[in-house]
């Protein structure tokens, strides 16, 4: 199994851009699909982004389509999610996840996650 830690969180004023960091350990992140999640206050958790093992395929959720681009450094058992232009909705605590399935509907690995504060 694989352990994953996210840092990068912060507080930032809207229009800014923070990048979250996920390093994995146990078996190397190549072995899995990654993703990136979100709960703000109140609310579900969503997906956000994810990447094929591969790297070369991704989604994004429409709402932060644009504006945030996830990538892999398999060679560093890292995962980023680079945020541009936030916007004061994206706050909320963001999670790493990992899964032998790209298309998972119920991941397998996660991280504790990292609050991401935009303020207006």
């Known amino acids: 199994q694989v352990q994953l830690v996210e840092s990068g969180g912060g507080l930032v004023q809207a229009g800014g851009s923070l990048r979250l960091s996920c390093a994995a350990s146990?078996?190397?992140?190549?072995?899995?699909?990654m993703g990136w999640f979100r709960q703000a206050p109140g609310k579900e958790r969503e997906l956000v982004a994810r990447?094929?093992?591969?790297?070369?395929?991704?989604w994004y959720n429409g709402s932060v389509k644009g504006r945030f681009t996830i990538s892999r450094d398999d060679a560093n058992n890292t995962v980023y999610l680079q945020m541009n232009s936030l916007k004061p909705e994206d706050t909320a605590v963001y999670y790493c996840?990992?899964?032998?399935?790209?298309?998972?509907?119920?991941?397998?690995?996660w991280g504790q996650g990292t609050q991401v504060t935009v303020s207006s």
């Open positions: 990447i094929r093992r591969s790297g070369t395929i991704t």
């Open positions: 996840a990992a899964d032998s399935n790209y298309y998972s509907t119920s991941w397998s690995y």
């Open positions: 146990g078996r190397p992140s190549s072995s899995y699909a």
